[in-house]
């Protein structure tokens, strides 16, 4: 009887004073930057390796790895980046435990500068660029990630990619008589973004291909 007494009134304190259930904050709730990161989020598991660096350098650390698609940033060891693989969208962003934690990827940049959906996982340019079964396609680009550019011919540049064993995607324009940018890191098609050069190429060895292959001819006529 009691313990009946006890619990009860322990009910009736917990409806006076009410109770305080911590909300989990949803990806709408975080403050996506241009710079593409959140403060106070976190992205759970996944994680592809970690190295020492400041905050507005994770992005950038993140976007020259391959493989790297999302990290997130925390003050362990004076500041450590923890970079993570696979698909991800902003709606899989979790409150973090440290409130200076950043969680953030190099394609939310993008969508912060063209004010599209998350294109990695979930939205499809597949509509707006046209494959044809090839590998590359007319009109495209893919942002950031280039180490290497060379003058040459758009029936050149797929071959020399292919060529490069680093390269692993790329894109040409017709920048000083045709330029070849080459770029490393996990892509897939849905990376893609349509240009405002309707000349502009972009492509990779590594994308499926049922008709012409980068490695034998891009025609930029």
Known sequence: MKNFICIFNLIGLFLVNGLHIPRIKRS?????????WAVGCDFKGRNLKDIR??????????????QCTHFTWTPFRQGTCWMKAGRVKKSDA???????????SPRFVRDYKYGQPTLYGGYS????INWNGNNWA????????????????GEE???????????????WSS????????KSGYVTQDDA???????????SPTFPTSGESTSKVISSE
Request: glycine share 10%.
């Open 28 to 36: 709408d709730d975080f403050d996506w930057n241009a710079k593409g």
């Open 53 to 66: 660096a400041r905050k507005q350098h994770c992005v950038t650390v993140c976007e020259e790895t391959p």
């Open 94 to 104: 979790v409150t973090s435990d440290d409130p200076e934690a950043i969680c953030g």
């Open 125 to 128: 340019n597949k509509g707006k």
């Open 138 to 153: 007319m009109g495209c680009d893919f942002n950031g990630r280039e180490f290497k550019s060379v003058q040459m011919s």
């Open 157 to 171: 540049c797929g071959g020399a990619c292919a060529k490069n064993p680093r390269c692993t995607h790329f894109t």
């Open 175 to 182: 920048d000083r008589d045709g330029t070849c940018s080459m």
């Open 193 to 203: 973004i349509v240009s405002k050069d309707p000349k502009m190429v972009c492509g």
